[in-house]
C-alpha cells in the first residue's frame, strides 16, 4: 500500500471535492485525526481491518447514546482504542495531556515551543 | 477485548492535538507524512477520478465491459487506487434498475474513485433508512423513481466497496469524453441522483 496514494490523480481543478459539493473535513481537527489513522496504517503499525472494526463499534456506541452524531469522533475512538491496545499510546496518557493543553493560558500559538513533556505518565492521573 | 476508552468531557480538538503531540514525540508519525495524507484527500483525491471513470465507461464500449466485470483493474488502468480501493465493484443503472450504496456499518466508502465521503452520507440517518426506505429517501434527495424501477441497495462489506455507474443522460450523444466529466456528481455515483443533463 505504501506509496501507491502518489501515483493518484493529482491534475484537474484545484478543488474536486469542494466542486461536488461540500468540504470534506468540517473543522481542522477531522483532518488531523483522519491523517494519523492513514499514516499510522502507512507505517505498519495496525491493519486497516483492525481500525475498521473499532470504528464499527465507535459508530454502533455513538448511535446507541443519541445525540449529535460526529463521524471523525467515532474515527478518534477508534484510533485510540487501537493504539491503546497495541501498547503504543494508551488512552490515558492522551487524556491526561490533554488536560494539560487545556490549562495552556490563553494565546498560546499552538506551536508547542514550551517545553514538551519528556515522558507521559501513561496511566497517571494528572 | 480492551476496554472501551472512558469518554471524556475534554474537547475533542484537545484530545486530538494530545494524541498527535504524543506520537510525533514517540517517533511513531512524521508530521510532514501526515500533512501529506491529508493534502492529499481534501484537494487532490476527489470524485472528479470516479466521474472520468464513468465518462470513459459511457463512450468506450470495452472499457465498460471491463469496468463492470473487474472494477479495481478497470479503474486501476486509469491510475486511481489506494486504501479503500482494493475491491470496487461498480453497478450499473439502468432504466429499470437503480443502485443505491450505504455502508450501515462504518461509512465505508471507494475513496481513490469518490474522495472521502460527505456528511450525508455518513449520518445514521442516511444508512438506516438507505436500507429500510430506499424510494422515500431518494424522494428526499430529490430523485423521484417511477414503481417499475426496482431500486437495488448495496450494503458495503469488509471487502467490497461500491460505485455506481449511472445512466448517461439523454441529448448527450454528441458529447465528448471530457465534456461529459462535468455531469458526473458524487451524488450520482452513489446513486442518490442521476447524472446531470447538460445544460
Redesign the interface.
Known amino acids: 500500500m505504501s506509496g501507491t496514494l502518489l501515483q493518484l490523480d493529482v491534475q484537474g481543478p484545484a478543488a474536486p471535492p469542494r466542486s461536488n459539493g461540500e468540504l470534506v473535513f468540517a473543522a481542522p481537527w477531522e483532518s488531523r485525526a483522519f491523517g494519523m489513522a492513514m499514516a499510522l496504517h502507512d507505517g505498519g503499525l495496525f491493519e486497516w481491518e483492525e481500525f475498521r472494526q473499532e470504528l464499527i463499534r465507535a459508530v454502533s456506541r455513538a448511535e446507541a447514546a443519541g445525540g449529535e452524531f460526529s463521524y471523525y469522533r467515532c474515527w478518534l475512538e477508534a484510533l485510540q482504542t487501537v493504539l491503546d491496545r497495541r501498547g503504543l499510546v494508551e488512552v490515558a496518557a492522551v487524556e491526561s495531556l490533554a488536560e494539560e493543553l487545556a490549562c495552556r493560558p490563553s494565546g498560546h500559538d499552538h506551536s508547542h515551543s514550551s517545553p514538551p513533556e519528556p515522558e507521559v505518565p501513561a496511566g497517571t492521573p494528572a | ?2 476496554p ?3 469518554p ?1 468531557d ?14 510525533v ?2 517517533g ?3 508530521p510532514a ?6 493534502k ?10 470516479g466521474a ?1 471513470v464513468v465518462a470513459r465507461a459511457w463512450t468506450d464500449p470495452e472499457y465498460k465491459e471491463r469496468l463492470l466485470e473487474d472494477g479495481t483493474s478497470a479503474i486501476a488502468e ?6 479503500q480501493g482494493e475491491c470496487i465493484v461498480v453497478l450499473e443503472n439502468t432504466a429499470t434498475v437503480h443502485h443505491l450504496v450505504v455502508c450501515t ?4 466508502y471507494p475513496w ?1 474513485v469518490l ?2 465521503p ?2 450525508w452520507y ?3 440517518a442516511y444508512r438506516s433508512r438507505a436500507v429500510r426506505e430506499p424510494r422515500a429517501l431518494l424522494g428526499e434527495f430529490g430523485l423521484h423513481l417511477g414503481p417499475e424501477v426496482e431500486i437495488k441497495v448495496y450494503d458495503s462489506s ?1 471487502e467490497v466497496r461500491y460505485m455506481v455507474l449511472p445512466q448517461r443522460p439523454a441529448g448527450t450523444e454528441g458529447l465528448s469524453e471530457e465534456e461529459l466529466v462535468p455531469l458526473v ?3 450520482a455515483m452513489t446513486g442518490v441522483a442521476q447524472a446531470k443533463s447538460p445544460a
Not at chain 2, 507524512?33 to 491529508?38: A, N, S
Not at chain 2, 492529499?40 to 477520478?49: C, F, I, K, Q, S
Not at chain 2, 486509469?78 to 486504501?83: A, D
Open positions: 477485548m480492551s472501551v476508552p472512558a471524556s475534554l474537547p475533542v480538538e484537545l484530545r486530538t492535538e494530545a494524541l498527535e503531540s504524543i506520537l514525540e514517540k511513531l508519525v512524521d507524512v501526515l500533512d501529506k495524507f491529508i492529499t484527500y481534501a484537494e487532490d483525491v476527489g470524485p472528479l477520478n472520468k486509469m491510475g486511481f487506487k489506494g486504501p456499518l462504518c461509512s465505508c481513490p474522495g472521502l460527505p456528511s455518513k449520518d445514521p469488509s456528481t458524487r451524488e
